[in-house]
């Protein structure tokens, strides 16, 4: 079967560094994205990566590891406005998206 | 970035009713729209997807005829609730992409709260 793996929450420091893992499992592989979603609210995209390697937008930074099945978000400097849930999935062999569960980001002050 | 609207946000409706949800690309032409189902404190579940001018392709478990999806043009499509019972109540949220494969970027609408009574 299919499987991505996300821990469930996490909690983090407003201005520190945190890194939210996905694992996965699939039949095939064409590229990974990360989304966020505030609550009640629809994701947004933050990031597409295909290749191995860190890919750095702003704040966040994506990187893959696709003879290990891994991907990580790292989000730096946390701001309250990150608290979120952040959605890892993963486009199969069949280019159908599968989502994993979502971590849910708690920034404290 | 492209942007996605649904209509409404919002529903209450009493249960046996039908609401019709619409989900639009406003400034670009969405070859593929997916419709999802949210339950609280769950992720994303993909329900169907439709291509403009074909029938809409039904995840495993949904009822294509509860559920009527019609993606009429490239900016368009919506989901028809049809006969609604409380545990269709869900966050409903529509995403276009502007190819034919789900690797291209979906861009998401706002979601629909859907409430049944």
């Known amino acids: 079967g299919q499987n991505i793996d996300q821990p469930t929450e996490m909690t983090a420091t407003e201005g520190a560094i945190v890194q939210i893992n996905c694992t996965y499992q699939t039949s095939g592989f064409n590229g990974l994205f990360w989304y966020q979603q505030h609550a009640g609210e629809a994701p947004t995209f933050l990031s597409y990566n295909v290749l191995d390697g860190l890919e750095e937008k702003g704040r966040f930074s994506s990187f893959l590891s696709r003879s290990k099945g891994y991907s990580y978000l790292l989000l730096k400097e946390l701001q309250m406005k990150d608290s979120a849930s952040y959605l890892c999935?993963?486009?199969?062999?069949?280019?159908?998206?599968?989502w994993g569960a979502g971590t849910k980001l708690i920034i404290k002050p | 970035g492209a942007v996605v609207s649904q209509h409404p946000s919002r529903v209450i409706c009493k249960s046996g009713t039908s609401v019709k949800i619409e989900c639009r690309s406003l400034?670009?032409?969405?070859?593929?729209m997916f419709w999802y189902r949210q339950f609280p404190k769950q992720s994303l579940m993909l329900m169907a997807t439709?291509?403009?001018?074909?029938?809409?392709?039904?995840e495993q478990g949904v009822e294509k005829d509860k559920f009527l999806i019609n993606h009429a043009s490239l900016t368009l499509s919506t989901l028809t609730v049809t006969s609604a019972h409380p545990e269709d109540s869900s966050f409903y949220i529509c995403s276009a992409s502007s190819g034919r494969v789900s690797y291209n970027e979906q861009f998401f609408g706002p979601g629909t709260r859907l409430t049944v009574l």
């Open positions: 400034d670009f032409q969405a070859t593929t």
């Open positions: 439709s291509n403009e001018g074909s029938k809409a392709t039904y």
């Open positions: 999935a993963v486009v199969d062999s069949n280019y159908q998206l599968i």
